[in-house]
Structures are given as structure tokens and as C-alpha cells.
């Protein structure tokens, strides 16, 4: 129901990683290549960076699709970063609450980001709010799916589970309550970046000296991009990427379970 993209490397130009590119996201916002569900993105955008010195990253984010946005553009054509997390919408609900259901959703030195859709949403996830505190599930962003999502996800770290840990959890938790749910998530804290592949596609590039990538969908046509496939929680640094499969709740058990690969 989006595209997003997580950045980790040298230092670039937001516009050089969101605009430039053949197959930028900017450009996937209404010509998507590899978008299973939707075929337009714009129903809001945001993005959000890290600025070197301070741990908590700065949100600029729009209700309208970001080929309207003037300003972002200029901000896109100056601003540097050595770490960012930005994505186009296409609502679950249009018009949902708006600019506040545009990801990133932040907290801390947190950035989040779902693409997908939360089947029988609202009702599937009704048995998971008692888990949250009250003070969370007055404070959410927005009434979307992807807001509790982020809820779930957030108190697990909070809790001190690591990135890794906290996504695996929470999408099979999510996906046991509402099941054939796509819960592609993204998340940075601007010196790792960690994502699940699960009901739509995702893909990551890794080269020395420049950094990585995580993505919906490739930028370009640079043939080191790889595909990771469904059901797969991703870890990756400047430098390294691991590949880890996650376990469908609803699937029978399996005689041997692939191993983890690091690439």
C-alpha cells in the first residue's frame, strides 16, 4: 500500500537517494514497478533524517502526493544526510487523519515505516490493545493501521528488546491475530537499519564505501540489487546485511528450517 526507503552510508543529498534516481521514489509514487497492491502513492509522503551530533532525526511529512510538494524539492536538492527513512502513501483509508498517518512515524532515535495493510482492520487487532499502556494508545499519531503497528513494535523496544528481536515479534504477533495481513516494516535508528519482508517486496543494495540500501523496489538499474524473499527479517549496518527467516504462525511446522545468511 506504500514504497519506502532506508538509507545508511556517506554523506548525500536527499535528493540524490529520493529524486534523482530513474525509478527514485518520488517517481514510484505514481509508477511504481514492483507494487503488488495500488498502483498510485498519493495519498501523503514524509521523510526523516539524522543530523550528525544529534540521535533524534528530524520528520518533514505532507498529506498530498510529493510531486505537489515545491518545498520539498528544495529541501530534497540541499539538505545531506548519512542516514534517512522516507515513503509515499497509498491509504488504506483515504484521507485518513492525514498528514499524521504519513510515515515516518518517530519516536526517540526511531524511524518506522508499513507498508502493507492489517486485515480486518480495526476489529482483528482489538485482543493486542490491552497489551499497550493507555497513555500509548491515547498519544497515537493517527487511527490507522500502521499507527497501532508502530504502537506494538515501539513498546517492545522500549522494553529493551533490540531491533531485530522487537520486529520479528511483533509481526508474528500481528500476523497471528489477523492473518493473509502485509506487514512489510521498516525501521532505522540512523546506524542500523532492520525490515520485514512479508506480503510484499523488498529489496536491499550493499556496496563498499557507499553505504546501503533497503527499498521497496530498486532505484536503478545497478545490477547488485538483491531481492529478499518473503517471510524475512533483514538486519543491515553501513557495511553488512543478514538475512533471517521469520516464522508464519499459521504454517505447519517445517522439517528443517533454512539457515541465516549474511551477504
Not at 540521535?55 to 498530498?64: C, D, E, K
Not at 513494535?153 to 502485509?182: H, K, M, Y
Not at 525490515?195 to 536503478?220: C, F, H, I
Request: with cysteine; net charge negative; charged share 20%.
Amino acid at each position: 500500500m506504500c514504497r519506502h526507503l532506508a538509507y545508511l552510508g556517506p554523506s548525500e543529498a536527499m535528493g540524490s537517494l529520493l529524486v534523482e534516481p530513474a525509478h527514485s521514489l518520488f517517481r514510484q509514487s505514481w509508477a511504481p514497478r514492483r507494487q503488488r497492491y495500488g498502483t498510485v502513492n498519493a495519498d501523503g509522503f514524509g521523510v526523516g533524517w539524522y543530523a550528525e551530533g544529534d540521535p533524534v532525526p528530524a520528520r518533514y511529512r505532507r498529506s498530498g502526493p510529493i510531486w505537489g510538494d515545491q518545498s520539498f524539492a528544495d529541501l530534497a536538492r540541499v539538505v545531506r544526510t548519512t542516514s534517512l527513512l522516507a515513503a509515499v502513501r497509498d491509504a488504506t483509508v483515504a484521507g485518513a487523519d492525514g498528514e499524521a498517518a504519513a510515515a515516518p512515524f518517530a519516536a526517540g532515535p526511531w524511524l518506522f515505516s508499513h507498508n502493507g495493510a492489517v486485515l480486518g482492520w480495526p476489529r482483528s487487532l482489538a485482543p493486542l490493545v490491552p497489551s499497550l499502556p493507555v497513555v500509548e494508545l491515547l498519544s497515537l499519531e493517527s487511527r490507522s493501521d500502521s499507527a497501532l503497528v508502530w504502537a506494538l513494535l515501539l513498546q517492545r523496544l522500549r522494553e529493551g528488546d533490540d531491533e531485530s528481536q522487537a520486529l520479528a515479534d511483533t509481526v508474528v504477533e500481528v500476523a497471528e491475530a489477523a492473518p493473509g495481513s502485509r506487514l512489510n516494516l521498516l525501521l532505522t535508528n540512523g546506524d542500523s537499519i532492520t525490515a520485514t519482508a512479508w506480503g510484499d517486496t523488498l529489496w536491499y543494495l550493499t556496496e563498499p564505501g557507499r553505504g546501503t540500501v533497503v527499498a521497496s523496489e530498486p532505484y536503478d538499474e545497478n545490477p547488485h540489487w538483491r531481492e529478499v524473499p518473503d517471510r524475512t527479517l533483514l538486519s543491515a549496518t553501513r557495511e553488512d546485511v543478514l538475512l533471517s527467516p521469520l516464522k508464519d504462525p499459521h504454517d505447519q511446522p517445517a522439517s528443517a528450517p533454512p539457515k541465516e545468511l549474511r551477504t
